[in-house]
């Protein structure tokens, strides 16, 4: 299998999501990722999940998720050897990740103008909640706070329950796969491996926002203001979640054939000429009348049956399902989307974990070893430094590894 970053090395100065997201990627597409950490605490990621076994070992489950395949080093930075330690690092790496607030490597004497002294063609990416400059740049940001701001809430839920947050931090995660995307780029471009050094600033604020596209363009182009209607597709209808005789389905009914085809699959071709539900527009103006007799007609079936019925016939459709049922699909299992790794020091026993999501000639993209133990490469990999073992001794006494 293709591994398009192998040979390239990656310094890993992220915690909890962002920076991990970003860099699981790059380790995934054969990157030798290395997790600089704290001394004794390492990622805050380390003590979250819902095994609090895990978190007091130091393998929480959240850190478990976005970890696999990397190395794991300790790193006082606060300390002149430190700080000096990872110069050294930043000489033999190609890309350096970090997800501080801005302002903290540079009060660090770490930060690009630095870095990309020791190193002339680094790629340097720092991920922030909303950018290295503007007048938010020093403000504090989670996931939460990002999808606030940018919006997200306002159309999440519908006009009873907005604004509603994702059920997952999906701005920590654009954030990263936007990251891990410019970081590829950035190396894509260079003839030879060689070229000038180059910073990213990726904003989670500007990111998210990014991929609101749409309706983000509804209101800059069309000036209608984005609002928030649940489950239903705001360009077409019948399209969103209907209730069944068992379950929920999902259906996208977008173009005229499908709604017809809708209408045959129920039993209801009379609604086909209904001069509610004729044109595309009238349906979206009658929108509750049409999920009304639609609902109507599925409750003779499941939405198991229901959703091969309408596939069959060609319209989109599927069952709404909770996450276990979501990893237990076959589609899933089948193409390799789960990675398993085996009695997993610090954890104790097996864990798997989801890839990338992407296949390469055929197969996805997989990494050979779980996630570190914190510390668990920090003699290895500061001896490719020339840091032997007396001097390794040293550096742990005095709190720098």
């Known amino acids: 299998m293709q591994s398009p970053l ?25 990157a030798q990722v290395i997790k600089v950490e704290i001394p004794r605490s390492g990622d805050l990621a380390r003590q979250l999940g819902a095994d609090h076994d895990l978190n007091r070992r130091l393998m929480g489950v959240s850190f478990l ?57 680094l790629v340097y990416c720092a991920i922030s909640g909303f950018g290295q400059d503007g007048p938010m740049r020093d403000l504090p940001a989670y996931d939460q706070i990002v999808q606030g701001i940018c919006g997200v809430m306002s159309i999440t839920g519908d006009r009873h329950t907005a604004p509603y947050r994702v059920g997952y931090p999906v701005a920590d995660t654009i954030g990263g796969i936007t990251a891990a995307f410019a970081i590829a780029s950035a190396l894509a471009g260079r003839p030879d491996r060689g070229g000038n050094a180059s910073f990213i600033d990726v904003s989670m604020l500007e990111a998210t ?14 000036g209608r203001e984005p ?20 379950g929920l389905l999902n259906i996208a009914a977008n173009k005229q054939t ?37 609902e109507q007609a599925l409750r003779s079936r499941s939405a198991a049956e229901w959703q091969t019925l ?8 599927g069952c709404v399902l909770t996450v276990p049922e979501a990893l237990q699909q076959a589609q899933i299992r089948e ?19 989801v890839r990338t999501g992407i296949k390469l000639d055929q197969r996805p993209p997989s ?12 003699a290895e990999i500061l001896a490719e430094i020339g840091v032997g073992q007396r001097e390794l001794e040293q550096l742990r006494a005095g709190g720098v590894v």
């Open 6 to 30: 192998a040979g390239y090395r990656v310094l890993d100065l992220t915690n909890v999501l962002a920076g991990p997201f970003c860099c699981h990627q790059l380790a995934h597409m054969g």
């Open 65 to 121: 998720a976005q970890n696999a395949g990397k190395k794991s080093i300790t790193l006082n930075l606060k300390k002149p050897v430190g700080k000096e330690l990872l110069r050294k690092l930043v000489e033999k790496a190609d890309v350096l990740v970090e997800n501080f607030r801005p302002g903290v490597m540079e009060r660090l004497d770490l930060g690009y103008d630095n870095l990309k002294q020791h190193n002339p063609a």
């Open 209 to 222: 926002l990014a991929t609101m596209g749409w309706v983000v363009s509804n209101f800059l182009v069309a």
């Open 227 to 246: 609002a928030p209607m649940g489950n239903e597709n705001f360009t077409a209808s019948p399209s969103g979640t209907f209730v069944t005789g068992d």
């Open 258 to 294: 499908q709604f017809e085809a809708v209408c045959r699959v129920l039993g209801r071709e009379e609604l086909i000429d209904d001069a509610r539900y004729r044109e595309r527009q009238a349906r979206l103006e009658h929108r509750a009348e049409l999920k009304a007799d639609i």
């Open 310 to 317: 309408l596939n069959q016939a060609g319209v989109p459709s």
């Open 335 to 353: 193409r390799g989307m789960i990675g398993e790794f085996l009695d997993v020091p610090g954890v104790g026993r097996d864990i798997k974990v």
């Open 367 to 378: 990494v050979d070893s779980p996630p570190p133990t914190l510390g668990q490469h920090t």
